[in-house]
C-alpha cells in the first residue's frame, strides 16, 4: 500500500473533491479523516491500524502540522512493505501537507 500525498498551497483544500470521489466509489461511509495537529498523532495510529484490517481509508490532513510524529509516521508506513504485513486489498492511505523540509518523502 502506497500513500496518496496532496501537496497544498496556500487556501487549497482537497477534501472536497476528496470527498466526492469516495461517494463515486461508493466508499463515503468507510472513509475516516484527522486533521493533524497537537496531540492527534496517537488517534491517527489508531485510525491507520484499523483501518489497515477493515479495508476502510484513512485521510490524515495538514501533516504539516505535526512535526514531531513524522517520524512515527514515516516508520508506520515503512512497516506496509514488509513481507509480514496484513493489508486489506481496499485499505486506502491519503495524506495532506503544505511543503515542509521534515515531511518525509
Not at 498523532?41 to 491507520?48: C, D, F, K
Not at 485521510?59 to 512493505?81: D, G, P, V, Y
Request: glycine share 4%.
Amino acid at each position: 500500500a502506497v500513500p496518496l500525498i496532496f501537496i497544498l498551497s496556500s487556501g487549497s483544500d482537497p477534501m472536497a473533491a476528496f470527498l466526492r470521489f469516495a461517494k463515486e466509489m461508493d466508499y463515503e461511509e468507510r472513509v475516516h479523516s484527522i486533521s493533524l495537529g497537537q496531540g492527534q498523532g496517537p488517534v491517527a495510529e489508531t485510525l491507520i491500524f484499523a483501518a489497515l484490517k477493515s479495508g476502510d481509508w484513512v485521510f490524515l490532513q495538514n501533516c504539516h502540522l505535526a512535526k514531531s510524529w513524522m517520524l512515527s509516521m514515516e516508520e508506520i508506513i515503512k512497516e506496509f512493505s514488509s513481507p509480514d504485513a496484513e493489508i486489506h486489498e481496499n485499505f486506502r492511505l491519503f495524506l495532506s501537507s503544505m511543503p515542509a523540509p521534515f515531511f518525509p518523502v
